[in-house]
């Protein structure tokens, strides 16, 4: 079994400032990876970041990073300097050789100008 | 680039009616996903296709049939539409199984009256 967890219904952060998105994932696979997808109003589901679970280094892609814990089975997001358009429902999802995408409940994001 | 494409993007049914989504990816990916998408239960997994020709159940089966007609193309039907079926709908497509990123369509906006 395979499931991912987001404790964290709504955040809110100040323009400019840095907020961290919460996720705990658990599954019983050894080879998986690990993804933010980000849903804006359009409704359209866009990655944000990806991890391999096998790489100890914690992915980066320009304000967005992740604090990956494997041990603990954490994976959070940390956006920096935050924009109004970083506005949107994030997803945390956990992916194995099972082939699946397993999403967690979302947290929605505000931004405050 | 069209990616992954729903049609239609949003449907009114009446209890009991019957309707199948579609879903095309232009990408050549093997995989391939539908999902609903709920208040405050992200997204869960209805089926999957893990390559042409084959289909798997995911977390919510009940109420749904898939056909996997080509690489291309993997179609979702509800025999008989029930209000607990109101949802977002989510088409996906992957290259491979699980370890890279799943595109989406823009989502069915579906309504069972």
């Known amino acids: 079994a395979q499931t991912v967890t987001q404790s964290q219904p709504e955040m809110s952060v100040q323009e400019a400032e840095t907020v961290t998105l919460s996720c705990t994932y658990d599954t019983s696979e050894s080879d998986y990876y690990l993804f933010w997808y980000k849903q804006p109003p359009s409704r359209q589901m866009i990655l944000v970041i990806r991890?391999?679970?096998?790489?100890?280094q914690n992915a980066t892609e320009n304000r967005f990073s992740v604090n990956f814990q494997k041990a603990a089975k954490s994976f959070s997001l940390k956006i920096s300097d935050s924009q109004l358009g970083d506005a949107a429902m994030y997803f945390c999802?956990?992916?194995?050789?099972?082939?699946?995408?397993?999403f967690g409940t979302g947290t929605r994001l505000k931004v405050l100008a | 680039n069209a990616g992954v494409t729903q049609t239609p993007k949003f449907q009114v049914l009446k209890t009991g009616q019957s309707m199948t989504l579609q879903c095309a990816q232009d990408m050549n990916h093997n995989s391939m996903y539908w999902y609903r998408q709920d208040p405050g239960m992200g997204l869960r997994l209805i089926y999957y296709?893990?390559?042409?020709?084959?289909?798997d159940k995911g977390e919510v089966p009940n109420g749904y049939n898939v056909s996997r007609l080509n690489k291309r193309e993997f179609s979702l039907r509800l025999e008989s539409a029930a209000p607990s079926q109101t949802s977002v709908y989510f088409c996906?497509?992957?290259?491979?199984?699980?370890?890279?990123?799943?595109?989406f369509g823009q989502g069915t906006r579906l309504t069972v009256v």
């Open positions: 996906a497509s992957s290259p491979k199984a699980g370890n890279t990123e799943a595109f």
């Open positions: 999802a956990c992916s194995s050789g099972t082939y699946k995408y397993i």
């Open positions: 991890q391999e679970a096998y790489k100890q």
């Open positions: 296709s893990a390559s042409e020709g084959t289909t």
